[in-house]
């Protein structure tokens, strides 16, 4: 069975740099937020949906069914394992994630919770922000995030033939390179980095 990840953290905790760097690891990425994107792009009125549903989170069916469309279409020969990153966002999405499990082959999830605090995470997304966003729109989604899927960390203890104990890392240097952060994520997870990272590379500024 291949190795499954799910990562947890809230906007602005570096979670899109780990999923670049576990994918240069050879790792199979399931991210919402980019599945969301690449359907809008191709299906008009899903667009108009995405654009409705804001900071707001996804229907369940919704995610789910992208999320096996990209399983579909995973080269299981060729990967490490699976990451996923904003499934499950919320309780009752947990209840889905044994049919998700059974039907790819995956082993027991281990999920990994990025801490971050919440007004460094705040502070990274002001830094980056996107054209018309503002802070309010930023809080509203650190809210949805800590209203919403923290309390899946409580829920995946209880699921424990579907999940691994849960992993916690909290960066060292919250403003420090993304490597440092991946290095210690695979420490806890007993995953193996790319030989492609050098000395240089350890030193080398990354953005979350």
């Known amino acids: 069975m291949l190795k499954s990840i799910v990562l947890f953290g809230g906007p602005g905790s570096g979670k899109g740099e780990q999923n670049r760097l576990f994918a240069e690891d050879g790792y199979f990425i399931v991210e919402t937020g980019e599945m969301i994107r690449e359907r809008s792009s191709r299906d008009p009125d899903f667009a108009v949906f995405a654009e409705e549903m804001g900071a707001g989170l996804f229907p369940d069916d919704v995610v789910f069914d992208l999320a096996r469309e990209r ?31 059974r039907e790819f082959q995956l082993g027991r999830i281990i999920p990994v919770h990025i ?43 209880e699921m424990r033939a579907y999940f691994k104990p849960l992993r916690t890392v909290s960066p060292h240097d919250p403003e420090g390179h993304p490597q440092q952060l991946h290095r ?5 997870i007993g995953g193996q980095q790319s030989p492609r990272f050098t000395a240089r590379d350890s030193r080398r500024a990354y953005a979350y």
């Open 71 to 101: 399983l579909s279409n995973m080269p299981t020969n060729s990967v490490r394992g699976v990451v996923f990153d904003g499934i499950p966002r919320n309780v009752e999405q947990c209840a889905i994630i044994p049919e998700i499990i």
């Open 115 to 157: 801490d971050v605090e919440h007004r460094i995470r705040v502070d990274r997304m002001i830094k980056r922000k996107r054209s018309g966003e503002t802070r309010q729109m930023i809080e509203a989604r650190q809210k949805v995030y800590e209203e919403e899927t923290l309390p899946v960390l409580a829920m995946i203890r």
């Open 184 to 188: 210690m994520i695979l420490d806890e």
